[in-house]
T-cell receptor, first 118, second 114 residues
Framework: DTGVSQDPRHKITKRGQNVTFRCDPI?????LYWYRQTLGQGPEFLTY????????KSRLLSDRFSAERPKGSFSTLEIQRTEQGDSAMYLC????????????????FGPGTRLTVT | AQSVTQLGSHVSVSEGALVLLRCNYS??????LFWYVQYPNQGLQLLLK??????LVKGINGFEAEFKKSETSFHLTKPSAHMSDAAEYFC????????????FGKGTKLSVKP
């Protein structure tokens, strides 16, 4: 079991540039979540996928953000025209779907991608 | 709005002392409740969860939490703190009717003094 992996671990970019992050979930997990964590705060939900379908998006996810999960495996999160306010840790988590009862509510997190916009 | 409140952004205890981190949720319907730990520059690791079974839940590293519906609380405890427990702890909930996304508290940073 390799766990949830994220790439890159750190990204420094200049304001206005586009960035893309990748998340590889645990292989048998159907659900994949993206969260954003700013300094001194708990993670905040951005969006989630059930297999390849994006089923919910937070109002935090502006038009500059887009996420995909082709073929229901890995996922990418792209931020266009980055702003300094986008600087944060972006966390990915995966879980089984709810038909697997209690254990399906457990979300396993990756190490995160720390984005710094200068 | 549904929320999670963690009292105390920073808690400091001596090694060997009791650890108590507080968490309250805002719902008349008991949600699913979790405690996660985060070490610097790392992701979150699940400590324990409550999913409507036993109200006293035991987790990893000697931590446990008790669900109290009357107090809408899910406080985290450990009888004897160890230096390696120093980290940030997050209480999180999944409310009924949601799509399963976690709502997190702001976190409590635990310091352990030798």
């Amino acid at each position: 079991d390799t766990g949830v992996s994220q790439d890159p671990r750190h990204k420094i970019t200049k304001r206005g540039q586009n960035v893309t992050f990748r998340c590889d979930p645990i292989s048998e997990h159907n659900r994949l979540y993206w969260y954003r964590q700013t300094l001194g705060q708990g993670p905040e939900f951005l969006t989630y996928f059930q297999n390849e379908a994006q089923l919910e998006k937070s109002r935090l996810l502006s038009d500059r953000f887009s996420a995909e999960r082709p073929k229901g495996s890995f996922s990418t999160l792209e931020i266009q025209r980055t702003e300094q306010g986008d600087s944060a840790m972006y966390l990915c988590a995966s879980s089984l779907d709810f038909t697997r009862l209690a254990e399906s509510y457990e979300q396993y997190f990756g190490p995160g991608t720390r984005l710094t916009v200068t | 709005a549904q929320s999670v409140t963690q009292l105390g952004s920073h808690v400091s205890v001596s090694e060997g002392a009791l650890v108590l981190l507080r968490c309250n949720y805002s719902s008349s319907v008991p949600p699913y409740l979790f405690w996660y730990v985060q070490y610097p520059n790392q992701g979150l690791q699940l400590l324990l969860k409550y999913t409507s079974a036993a109200t006293l839940v035991k987790g990893i590293n000697g931590f446990e939490a008790e669900f109290k519906k009357s107090e809408t609380s899910f406080h985290l405890t450990k009888p004897s703190a160890h230096m390696s427990d120093a980290a940030e702890y997050f209480c999180a909930v999944i409310y009924g009717g949601s799509q399963g996304n976690l709502i997190f508290g702001k976190g409590t940073k635990l310091s352990v003094k030798p």
